[in-house]
């Protein structure tokens, strides 16, 4: 039997999630749980015989014993509220707001690493694009500086995220620094709302010191690519990555050149269209982490 | 001399910031605020080119940190009010209570045209911390007087004091500066600004248009620093209200002087209409794309001109300056191929 899973939040990420939780093997969807009865995604699972709810995070704590994993995408500020309810039902959560309460996972970079804390942070959409972009050149260099600069259709950026637009500037920048490794780490974000909607894009500049191995930088890079690509299949290089000459006055010290990696993300159009590649990052990244806390578990049980 | 017929802002230290590279001095910042407070300008903006936080790769690293500079300039104003800029997504409300805390009077909150609702935690943030809050909408061009009007309406109910029509790219004619004007005029409680470059020849007849139209409050930049072909000059547009008898509180040749002996020897190049400003006019593409597209176009052996142009066409917005490497690097590999055997 799979692990059982509640995902909290019935919008875009909530319903999207649904669609990929049901398609995984090693996991079982228990519940869709929103606070609107009459919300698209509640109707959607309802139609795909889902159990789903309006009752929010009051129908976790009424059936505890039907839950081995909540998954929230709800917001910020709602889930500080939900993880301290489930850290006293004592059921783990994977947390896609950009709240940051647990440690921060990025499945190319350290999946195996905090699977056992009560609560993983997913950081951001951005963050889960271009933070192993810059752990990647973090392997090949020692980068002081690392900034990223996401830009999403408006019409994937919902009333959460509008809102709260300094939390997905400072939960990332802290990301490349944490778990990208750069000493400093700087985020932007941008929407645009041309019609029809831009896919997603991500542009990572890293500071290279002197004396860097530009070909193990550019091959870190690409390697690392392939392992994000693996979880995310829209995930890839939009142009090859350029080393550019400065020199640079970065806040980590002036350095000789940068290196410079366009992305782009194309959505798996489980949900949302294709362009909302944002979206599909996010719930392709958690449920990477469910399964493999799903393998985890079953590995502690055999 | 009587009161002013419209509040002037002079952003020389912001946006004029892009036609020096964000390099200004400490003694830059302080020699223009002074000359401008005494020739009488109600407002001066002072930040990075794009607002608290831009210091990046993508815009280009400050020369000095922007609270220096905003420090240097409330010290040096006697009865101007310091104004800064916050772009959210770039800035973040931490930037609004460092400037508070330095002494800093106004935060203009600026999104896409068709971004508002992002602002409504600045402008929150801002009115909290006893700032006056105005809406800054950009790229006002790409949408109709209605659609501008919507989002105006909104900055407003986020309880913005002062909301303005953003001619980023300077690709407005006069009868769309003054449609623009008349809606929001006519749709908001809160008075109305206009900000306009210079791309295609038109930020002072536009300035005018618009406070014929009712607005209240005007940007300019003296010796028309600023992005693109530059932004509105100061000197000329008040040495053109005085002759029309619009009250604007500014001494014409103290404006004059400040602008020949402070700003233009600041200036590392001309602000005029050249090929590229003119393109970003015509084709209607963010003001500070100018310089960036110019060193990439260097950098990769590609033409300027086809840079903006396509950058156009892809209908990118402020802050997506890391699409001109994009455009870039693909210009370059298609005169590659045609190259290639």
Redesign the interface.
């Given at each position: 039997m799979g692990l059982r899973c509640a995902i909290i939040g019935s919008g875009n990420i909530g319903t999207d999630l649904m669609i990929k939780i049901r398609r995984s093997d090693q996991l079982e969807l228990a519940a869709l749980i929103g606070i609107d009865p009459a919300s698209d995604g509640l109707a959607r699972a309802r139609s795909l015989g889902v159990e789903a709810t309006p009752d929010g995070i009051s129908w976790v704590a009424d059936h505890p014993d039907r839950v081995d994993l909540v998954l929230d995408a709800t917001s910020a500020h709602v889930h500080v509220r939900h993880a301290a309810v489930l850290a006293g039902l004592g059921i783990p959560v994977i947390d896609l707001t950009p709240a940051a309460r647990g440690p921060k996972v990025i499945p190319a970079v350290n999946l195996a690493e905090h699977l056992d804390a009560p609560n993983l942070s997913m950081v951001t959409c951005g963050g889960q694009a271009t933070t192993p972009i810059v752990a990647a050149v973090s392997r090949a260099a020692d980068v002081r500086y690392a900034?990223m600069?996401s830009?999403v259709a408006?019409a994937s950026a919902g009333?959460g995220t509008?809102?709260?637009?300094?939390e997905?500037?400072?939960t990332t920048a802290r990301a490349l620094e944490e778990i990208g490794g750069a000493a400093h780490g700087?985020a932007?974000?941008?929407?645009?709302?041309?019609d029809p909607p831009?896919l997603m894009?991500n542009?990572v500049?890293c500071a290279l010191p002197e004396g860097t191995d530009h070909q193990a930088v550019l091959d870190s890079v690409q390697r690392m690519v392939a392992g994000v690509a693996a979880y995310v299949p829209g995930y890839r290089l939009?142009?090859?990555p350029?080393i550019?000459e400065g020199p640079?006055?970065?806040?980590g010290g002036t350095v000789p050149h940068?290196v410079?990696v366009?992305l782009e993300v194309e959505g798996a159009g489980d949900y949302l269209p294709p362009y909302a590649g944002n979206l599909d990052i996010m719930t392709a990244a958690a449920v990477r982490v469910a399964e493999a806390k799903a393998q985890r578990l079953a590995g502690v049980a055999a | 001399m009587s009161a002013a017929d419209f509040r002037l802002t002079d952003s020389t230290l912001r946006d004029g910031s892009h036609a020096v590279r964000h390099q200004y001095t400490q003694r830059q910042v302080t020699d223009i605020v002074a000359g401008l407070d005494q020739a009488g300008v109600a407002v001066l903006e002072v930040a990075h080119g794009d607002g608290l936080g831009g210091s990046s790769f993508s815009y280009g690293f400050s020369g000095t940190n922007d609270m220096e500079l905003i420090s240097a300039a409330v010290a040096a104003a006697k009865t101007a009010k310091i104004a800064c800029l916050l772009i959210p997504g770039i800035g973040t409300a931490e930037d609004l209570r460092a400037i508070a805390d330095l002494g800093a009077a106004v935060a203009r909150i600026a999104t896409h045209c068709t971004e508002a609702d992002i602002a409504e935690q600045h402008i929150g943030m801002a009115k909290e911390l006893g700032l006056e809050a105005v809406g800054f909408l950009m790229m006002a061009h790409m949408i109709e007087p209605e659609q501008l009007l919507a989002q105006a309406r909104k900055m407003q109910d986020y309880g913005a004091d002062v909301v303005y029509c953003v001619d980023s790219a300077g690709a407005m004619t006069t009868p769309m500066a003054r449609a623009r004007i008349e809606a929001l005029v006519a749709g908001l409680d809160i008075p109305v600004g206009i900000h306009a470059h210079e791309n295609l020849s038109l930020s002072v007849a536009n300035s005018l248009s618009a406070l014929e139209a009712g607005a209240l409050h005007v940007d300019a930049c003296t010796a028309g620093a600023g992005a693109g072909a530059g932004n509105c000059p100061t000197e000329v547009l008040v040495a053109v209200c005085e002759k029309l008898g619009i009250e604007t509180g500014v001494d014409v040749l103290a404006a004059a002087s400040v602008a020949e002996e402070t700003v233009r020897p600041a200036l590392q190049r001309p602000q005029v209409v050249d090929r590229a400003s003119l393109i970003l006019g015509y084709a209607g593409v963010y003001g500070s794309f100018m310089l960036h597209s110019e060193r990439a176009a260097a950098r990769y052996g590609v033409s300027q001109a086809e840079i903006l142009l396509e950058l156009g066409r892809r209908k990118v917005v402020g802050g997506q300056e890391d699409m001109i490497i994009d455009v870039a690097l693909e210009l370059a590999a298609r005169s590659g191929q045609e190259v290639s055997p």
């Open positions: 900034e600069v830009t408006s009333p509008r809102q709260n637009i300094d997905f500037t400072r700087k932007i974000v941008i929407l645009n709302p041309a831009i894009r542009t500049f939009k142009n090859h350029v550019e640079f006055d970065t806040p940068r410079v366009l | -």
